[in-house]
């Protein structure tokens, strides 16, 4: 069974350049989540969706950050405008029912560094 | 949120048994301890859950406390594929995952 796929795994852009990240997650895994994780820190929730509608974006700055699920599969992650502050890595994780507190399945990350 | 306390880091030779505790002293009765590892360079991975009963599997045993109040991962033979980051994470149905700095683990050869 394939895993969580995240791509580009790596992404270096200047400040004020757009970023989007991908993800795709388990088959039939109705949960997605974004999170961030900075250096020497434990992964931080940025959004969670069940199927197609975000039920949990509480933490994600939303002047410049966005995300979408379209048909409640494959999801993105966008920056707009990237600041320095933004470096770090991006993970995506999927799970079958987050209300039972299924397991999570981490994708490898996409590390971004701002420049 | 029910929060944990880790060590920031722990050594362990290969080969040996490794110990990694944690403390949750406001753990409530419907939290879950949960354990993930981080890899370098990888995502975290699920290592073992459990809610009051000792539990094993093919990666790792965990051991939890009568009181609940601290609980201990179990690597029963360490090897260089164990060096990883350890988190501990309580969590109760509808709960978010938390985590924390967790424990760098070193295994030297």
């Known amino acids: 069974e394939a895993g969580v796929v995240q791509s580009p795994r790596y992404k270096i852009i200047e400040k004020k350049q757009p970023v989007a990240f991908w993800c795709n997650p388990i088959?039939?895994?109705?949960?997605l989540y974004w999170y961030l994780q900075n250096l020497g820190q434990g992964p931080e929730l940025l959004i969670r969706?069940?199927?197609?509608?975000?039920?949990?974006d509480s933490q994600l700055p939303k002047d410049r950050f966005s995300a979408e699920r379209l048909k409640g599969v494959d999801s993105t992650l966008k920056i707009q405008p990237a600041e320095l502050g933004d470096s770090a890595v991006y993970l995506c994780?999927?799970?079958?029912?987050?209300?039972?507190?299924?397991?999570?399945?981490f994708g490898p990350g996409t590390r971004l560094t701002v420049l | 949120d029910a929060k944990t306390t880790q060590p920031n880091s722990m050594e362990s030779n290969e080969e040996e048994p490794v110990h990694l505790p944690c403390n949750h002293s406001?753990?409530?009765?419907?939290?879950?301890i949960h354990w993930y590892r981080q890899l370098p360079s990888q995502g975290p991975e699920y290592v073992i859950h459990?809610?009051?009963s000792n539990v094993n599997n093919r990666m790792a045993s965990l051991a939890i406390a009568e009181d609940r109040k601290s609980s201990t991962l179990i690597l029963h033979r360490a090897t260089l594929r164990d060096a990883a980051v350890y988190y501990c994470?309580?969590?109760?149905?509808?709960?978010?995952?938390?985590f924390g700095p967790g424990t760098s683990l070193s295994v030297i050869p």
């Open positions: 969706y069940e199927n197609e509608e975000a039920v949990d």
């Open positions: 459990g809610l009051t």
């Open positions: 994780a999927s799970s079958l029912d987050w209300a039972n507190a299924d397991t999570q399945y």
């Open positions: 994470i309580l969590r109760a149905s509808y709960d978010k995952v938390i």
């Open positions: 088959s039939g895994h109705n949960t």
């Open positions: 406001t753990i409530s009765g419907t939290d879950y």
